[in-house]
């Protein structure tokens, strides 16, 4: 007997294909060699890391999702680089994802796809029983581009412009009812910029991580009305939920403007930023240095601050500086930390930043002093940024102009009878 069951569990090993699990458990991902099946792993964890942090949930994954990696052939060019294929079973839910590998693989396809099957998973995740034939209902496509633009790290100036170049957003209606896989690409562009401003809407309304959480809960059983299924779990689009999305946009297209900040208005800014106002009832606004707040844990009010500015920082990265948009994105990163309660390096981390910049405006004085020194030496046309100066320097060293009125004139002469 003892001799049967090792045989069988050798059978059952070598009839199991190459595969890995991620650190969390919840991704399988079979085929290809262990190096890209790690890669993949990665981004799996990184995508249902960022979500959790942006629902400000713990991992709670009930179903695993599987991950088939398959070479591209050649001789069959019509196969989906990304393909999620999911259907009920007797125990709940089954997820697989279906991806091409190939050496132009596009990575955000694939994450997309990867964060479909951890909204899925979410969505079904308190229904085991499933009837057969049922219908599963998928994330809406603005939650999954939202979610993808407000993770840490990402390019939002191009969404910022191409909503900055509308003259007139579209109605909360049609928005919710467009099919992003048939626009061309400033179409999608522009889907994505909306997206990016209603999921940042929902959140900045009271409880509105938990709020979206419910949402996605209750996907499941929603309507054909989907301003219905958003008013039932977020009271902010109650009353008037166009007029709330209307002053939403024209809010983001006022506060993100697509003027790039010189160094130095980046530099006050950052300045500011770094200056949290604290409020609490009956008491006056104290101010609180970001430095201060990871040296202890922070209170309710204090987190509001840093949400706060948070949002702030969210807003300012697509204005700063070239030069100091890496820092302006870490000091977001450290304050959406802060709001978690993780305080573990970010001592650390801000008195780098802090040195970083000291040596950034030390050398951008630098770079501006030899600037005017080489215009005011070197260059034989000036750039006219001077003239203004000059000219006030000239005419200062003019002669006063003698005044006509009575008053004067009766001064002037007083004056010469003196001097004679």
């Known amino acids: 007997m003892v001799l049967f069951s090792v045989a069988g569990s050798l059978l059952v090993s070598a009839a199991q294909p190459d595969h890995s699990i991620s650190p969390s458990r919840e991704f399988v991902i079979y085929g290809a060699d262990p190096k890209l099946r790690g890669a993949v792993s990665s981004l799996a964890e990184q995508t249902k890391s960022n979500l959790l942090a942006l629902l400000r949930q713990r991992d709670g994954w009930k179903t695993p999702v599987i991950v088939n990696l398959q070479p591209q052939q050649a001789n069959v060019p019509e196969i989906p680089l990304a393909d999620l294929r999911f259907s009920q079973t007797g125990f709940g839910i089954k997820l697989q994802i279906d991806l091409t590998i190939s050496r132009n693989v596009d990575v955000s396809l694939v994450e997309r796809e990867l964060l479909r099957a951890i909204l899925l998973e979410m969505i079904y995740r308190n229904q085991p029983q499933i009837s057969a034939g049922a219908v599963l209902v998928e994330p809406p496509d603005w939650l999954i581009d939202g979610v993808l633009a407000l993770s840490p790290g990402r390019e939002r100036a191009p969404l910022v412009e191409a909503l900055a170049n509308t003259d007139k957003p579209l109605s909360l209606e049609r928005f919710l009812r467009q099919r992003p896989g048939v626009l061309d690409s400033t179409g999608r562009t522009l889907y994505r910029a909306y997206s990016f401003g209603f999921v940042q809407m929902l959140l900045d309304g009271k409880n509105g991580a938990d709020r979206l959480v419910q949402y996605i809960d209750h996907l499941s059983d929603s309507s054909n009305d989907p301003i219905a299924d958003l008013k039932a779990q977020f009271p902010l689009l109650a009353d008037n939920a166009e007029g709330v999305w209307q ?54 009010s204090e987190k509001m601050a840093l949400d706060q500015v948070r949002r702030d920082l969210l807003f300012f990265v697509p204005q700063t500086n070239p030069v100091l948009r890496p820092i302006a994105r870490e000091y977001q990163e450290i304050a959406a930390l802060l709001v978690r309660g993780k305080r573990r390096g970010i001592a650390k981390r801000l008195a780098r930043l ?27 046309t000036g750039s006219g940024n001077f003239t203004g100066y000059l000219k006030a320097a000239d005419q200062s060293q003019l002669p006063p102009r003698k005044r006509s009125d009575p008053l004067s004139i009766y001064v002037d002469a007083l004056e010469d009878q003196f001097e004679n």
Do not use: C, G
């Open 247 to 300: 002053l939403a946009v024209t809010r983001m297209k006022s506060v993100q403007t697509f003027r790039l900040l010189t160094f130095a208005e980046s530099d006050r800014r950052l300045d500011d930023l770094s200056q949290i106002k604290v409020s609490e009832p009956n008491k006056p606004v104290k101010l609180v240095r970001l430095d201060q707040l990871a040296l202890h844990k922070p209170a309710t």
């Open 354 to 380: 802090e040195i970083t910049r000291e040596q950034l405006a030390s050398r951008m004085s630098e770079i501006d002093d030899y600037m005017n020194w080489f215009e005011a030496t070197q260059m034989r």
